[in-house]
């Protein structure tokens, strides 16, 4: 879970290292950004360590392995996430307030990773993948208006909605063995390709019942691709609002936001009158500004019909991989 949900204390293995004795009877503001919600808490517990705290014991681990031995490391830090809790060494790093600051401490403490990679012999066959689980928090509109600083950059949205800006995150690659140096690559993926992707890299065989909505990227990966690695992408809001991406033209089977960025799907006076479907041309209006659903049917009857094909059965991915 995030650092502002309760219990707050350090476990290591299955072991407490801290024990949460002192309760957190109503919520508590910190002293960066966010609050901590009531629950049990270590006398000793700060949120400023975790940051720091978690990306050391990943570069002793590290420094713990052997060349002739595969390892596998997941470091999930609690940055940019609320709280907003960048250490006084990075504040006024940035020009977007605290939180521009926790993102240029996120960067350095991947930096001491790479790091220790290049220290240890790992750096030239090691793949490292860098990413975020959705868009950025509500508060971005705090960040418009006071630093003229929007996180989602050209995108419409932010968590939780459908929309790109809820979506679309930083996805960077780094494997000098198998990737090259300074390539991109257009076609659409989702981390839920990940486990596909591994299997694949790792000569295993998925079971069918295992990783319904996971296509292998290696082709994309290693530059290798002769067609779009998947069919299409299903995206999913945080009220049950579905939309599907293929090729450039992604269609939200909703009138409204499906989150919390206006239209809301509360707020029906605003999109009462506008068409019940969403069609978006992506490659000439990334920002989702100009609903072209009644201008294309055909588009609109072929992606609702392979949405709801998904939907029936339960995947998007073919079975045979």
Known sequence: GTINFP????????RFVTTPTKPVIKSRPLAGSGSFRPGPMAESWNPFDILPTITQKTVEWIAK???EQPFFAYLAFNSPHYPIVPNKEYHGKSKAGYYGDFVIETDGMVGKVMQALQEHGFSDNTLVIFSADNGAETHAFERLEKFDQWSSGKYRGLKRDIYEGGHRVPFIVRWPARVKAGTSCDDPTCLTDLLATMAEILSQK???DAGEDSVSM????VGEPKQPVREAIVHHSINGTFAIRQGKWKLIDAPHSGGWSRPKPAQKALYKDLPKIQLYDLKKDPAESRNVSVENPSIVKKLKTLLEKYREDGRSAPIAR
């Open 206 to 208: 998925l079971p069918a």
């Open 218 to 221: 290696l082709p994309n990966l």
């Open 65 to 67: 392995q052997k060349k």
């Open 7 to 14: 219990p707050y204390c350090w476990i290591e293995g299955d």
